[in-house]
């Protein structure tokens, strides 16, 4: 779990360093970056920061299309769920009610706007702190003990993702 957890990470950072001039470098434009950070990067603060990185309707396209990737994840899992036939006790991930709840708050409740930026660098912070905790459960034993394949089938299957929605992407396959 370590070693997956670990790839991810790594690979998040790579992104959002090198998806903003990789992007500029073949002229996509904010909506066509904003797209291709939200299919090829996983994490969804490394899409926001990259998109933040290339431009403010970049930023909207590209979180909103990985919020819109993440919400399936709920439907999928419970029909999953249901095909199998499994029993388990499914649980709901609150992250998306919480964040509903503060878009709502944040459109709606103009007495908030002062607290606004206090609490995008509260918000900034804990996803700082727990990248750092999730990138400090990797050492080079973990890594040892599992092997380097599955460290290189991440970067190839993160390679395969990211180029082949870029090519979709420029191809006009795939646009917003």
Same mark, same amino acid.
């Given at each position: 779990m370590a070693v997956s957890l670990g790839t991810v990470f790594i690979l998040n950072s790579v992104a959002l360093l090198i998806f903003p001039p990789i992007g500029s470098a073949?002229? @996509?434009?904010?909506?066509?970056?904003g797209l291709w950070a939200a299919l090829a990067i996983h994490d969804t603060s490394s899409v926001v920061g990259a998109a933040t990185k290339y431009g403010a309707q970049a930023l909207v396209i590209g979180t909103t299309v990985k919020l819109a990737r993440a919400l399936w994840i709920v439907p999928l899992?419970?029909?999953?769920a249901a095909l199998k036939h499994h029993r388990s006790r499914i649980q709901f991930p609150w992250f998306i009610l919480l964040f509903l709840l503060a878009a %709502? @708050?944040?459109?709606?409740?103009?007495?908030?706007?002062?607290?606004?930026?206090a609490?995008?660098? %509260?918000?900034?912070?804990?996803?700082?702190?727990?990248?750092?905790?999730?990138?400090?459960g990797i050492s080079r034993a973990t890594v040892k003990k599992v092997g380097w394949r599955p460290l290189l089938q991440g970067v190839l299957l993160w390679l395969s993702v990211g180029l082949t929605s870029l090519y979709f992407i420029r191809t006009g396959f795939i646009s917003f």
């Open positions: 073949l002229h @996509l434009s904010q909506s066509q970056f899992a419970l029909a999953t %709502v @708050l944040n459109t709606y409740v103009r007495t908030l706007e002062h607290i606004t930026p609490l995008f660098t %509260v918000g900034r912070l804990g996803l700082t702190a727990t990248l750092f905790l999730i990138g400090s």
